[in-house]
């Protein structure tokens, strides 16, 4: 019982877990987290081993090879928007004749934003001439928005817009299509958006924010603080950022 007690608990020492999330979580959505081990230990493996980040979201390895990492992908779901923490991990294992299982507790000082569940909804611009959010938006080529695609040189493209590095390794000139950004900037007012309270239009904003931030300008206005209008996926998630944290000060 000793020695089988004694290579139970060398078994989950020297591992260390921790808990990866995906780029994007949303409130009452079902995200991916990766939930990792590494074995710290240079010669000896470790064996069945049991990773729990919350009751109920568990990966089990067989085999933990040393000074290397396993991963396994758990479905994590949170009710509220805000800052996150995982709290704790807790590496447990039957090792090695399965009368006791063995395990260690870790403090997690991983946290992330989970950003506020999407509610579908329409908005108007204070100006008379501004299209509501459910008109047809049209993306047009141009050379100030994002990177969309490569593309054969045509002849009619201004040189600048050939990509050299890609050109040098084929046999034709290939050119870099833009988006445009000529659509007229959306100042998203919270105070102006439909909803029963504050949780319902801070969702309908973020679900403007997403769909809306890559075709044209986006900014927000928050309890009388105003976020400039820009284009682009990180401005899109630094605003639904603030969007996550609004009130929780």
């Known amino acids: 019982m000793s020695v089988t007690g004694l290579a139970g608990m060398y078994n989950i020492k020297k591992l260390d877990p921790y808990l990866l999330p995906p780029n994007e979580i949303f409130a009452g959505t079902p995200a991916p987290f990766k939930l990792c081990v590494k074995n710290h230990k240079l010669r000896l493996p470790s064996f069945l081993i049991s990773l729990e980040c919350l009751p109920g979201h568990r990966v089990t390895f067989p085999l933990v090879q040393p000074d290397s990492v396993c991963e396994g992908s758990v479905m994590l ?10 709290d704790s991990l807790k590496i447990s294992s039957t090792y090695p004749v399965g009368f006791f ?3 260690w507790t870790f403090r997690s000082e991983e946290q992330f ?11 108007q611009d204070s100006s008379d ?6 008109a047809d938006l049209r993306r047009q080529r141009g ?11 045509s002849g009619a493209e201004p040189l600048r817009t050939i990509h050299w590095k890609l050109s040098a390794r084929s046999n034709d000139l290939l050119v870099k299509g833009f988006g445009s950004q000529t659509a007229r900037p959306l100042l998203i007012d919270l105070s ?3 909803g029963a309270g504050l949780e319902e239009r801070i969702s309908r ?15 927000l206005v928050l309890g009388g603080r105003e976020i ?3 284009f682009g996926k990180q401005h899109g998630q630094m605003l639904l950022t603030e969007l996550a944290l609004y009130g929780s000060d």
């Open 113 to 123: 934003i989970v950003f506020p569940a999407l509610i579908s909804g329409g908005y």
């Open 143 to 153: 050379l100030d928005g994002e990177l969309e695609q490569i593309s054969p040189y």
């Open 77 to 86: 779901t949170f009710a509220r928007r805000g800052l996150v923490s995982a």
């Open 228 to 230: 400039p209008a820009a």
């Open 129 to 134: 001439e501004s299209p509501g959010v459910g």
């Open 192 to 194: 102006m958006l439909p």
């Open 101 to 103: 299982t063995r395990y």
């Open 205 to 219: 904003a973020a679900w403007l924010v997403r769909r809306l931030v890559r075709e044209r300008p986006v900014g």
